[in-house]
């Protein structure tokens, strides 16, 4: 009885994992968001909750600069980890670079965001998910 009731567990599990469409990247919100020499453009993006997200970064000023949001990157489902830094809270690009980070974001709220170090000359925003 025990080995009908795993094997039954093991069905119901593999239809509920595959209930579940995968996700279409080709269809993802684009973000786009600029690093200017200490500003950001604009400096509160709009990302909505539950769907497919691509944020676009490029780098159009003369320095390094990064996008600190670690209390984001932690709020979202990412697909491509790999192109933040090892903590998971900030992407750095240098001058003329531009990067993409897919997630789905899956809690509504306001998430700062800074260049960490521009952020004394007012380097920063604010990711709004609704």
């Given at each position: 009885?025990?080995t009908?009731?795993n094997?039954?567990?093991?069905?119901?599990?593999?239809i509920?994992?595959?209930?579940?469409?995968?996700?279409?990247w080709?269809?993802?919100?684009?973000?786009?968001?600029?690093?200017?020499?200490?500003?950001?453009?604009?400096?509160?993006p709009?990302?909505?909750?539950?769907?497919?997200?691509?944020?676009?970064?490029?780098n159009?000023?003369?320095?390094t600069h990064?996008?600190?949001?670690?209390?984001?990157?932690?709020?979202?489902?990412l697909?491509?980890?790999?192109?933040?830094?090892?903590?998971?809270?900030?992407?750095?690009?240098?001058?003329?670079?531009?990067?993409d980070?897919?997630f789905?974001?899956?809690l509504?709220?306001?998430?700062?965001?800074?260049?960490?170090d521009?952020?004394?000359?007012?380097m920063?925003g604010?990711?709004?998910?609704q």
């Amino acid at each position: 009885m025990t080995t009908m009731r795993n094997l039954a567990a093991g069905v119901l599990g593999v239809i509920l994992l595959g209930a579940a469409p995968p996700i279409d990247w080709s269809k993802a919100d684009v973000v786009t968001v600029i690093e200017l020499d200490y500003r950001f453009e604009p400096t509160a993006p709009t990302i909505r909750v539950g769907v497919p997200t691509r944020l676009h970064v490029e780098n159009h000023g003369a320095e390094t600069h990064e996008i600190d949001a670690s209390n984001f990157f932690k709020a979202v489902q990412l697909k491509n980890p790999e192109t933040l830094n090892p903590e998971r809270t900030e992407l750095l690009l240098h001058p003329g670079e531009q990067q993409d980070v897919y997630f789905v974001a899956t809690l509504p709220g306001r998430y700062p965001f800074s260049c960490a170090d521009h952020d004394w000359a007012g380097m920063s925003g604010v990711f709004v998910v609704q």
